[in-house]
């Protein structure tokens, strides 16, 4: 059976924006359509008609949490080095209002890793595209190109992601704000 985008529509748009809310305060994890029809104010029978399934709610959901992630980095122009690059998006990654949002990262990065198929397909992939891309662009032309250039903006993403892990999971910001300028400091 070939499966097919649904329509985009105002009201598709409405209950995805209130879906999403609800797994910024809920997570993906359990998610059931009735219960989260109910919370939304709808009801399965329209989400399965407006996201095809639950699958495709699913991944309408991050979908939108990447665009939501990848919009509100507030990142310097384009060449301005990859530490300077760096510590923008780990003040924006360490800010206590963007924990619903990473955490919902978190669980569908490592539900793409354990689940390569289905809503999850290639989630993980995509956001270490994505963040490959953004380091790359803050680094100047020259390095961009090189292998050395790749391997310091795999280095610096790894950093990333595992200090964000690790705040995530102890909240202790302040220690691993330190490691991860320290670690920055390196690539000056």
Known sequence: ????????SARRDELLEAAYAHALR??????????????IGTS??????????KDGLVRALLARARADELAALDLPEAGT?????????????????????????????ARSLVEPEGPWAGFAEATVTDWLAILA????????????????RTLTLGVLRGCLLDLLATGDEARISTAVHQHLATLR
């Not at 662009?137 to 310091?152: F, Y």
């Open 1 to 8: 059976m070939t499966e097919t985008a649904p329509a985009t």
């Open 26 to 39: 809920h997570g993906l994890v359990d998610l059931s359509l009735r219960p989260l029809a109910a919370a």
């Open 44 to 53: 399965p029978r329209v989400l399965m008609f407006l996201f095809g399934n």
């Open 81 to 109: 080095g990859l530490p300077a690059t760096a510590e923008r998006v780990w003040a924006w990654l360490a800010a206590a209002e963007h924990r619903p949002l990473l955490r919902l990262w978190a669980e569908a990065y």
């Open 137 to 152: 662009a803050a680094q100047p032309p020259r390095e961009r190109r090189t292998q050395r250039g790749l391997a310091r």
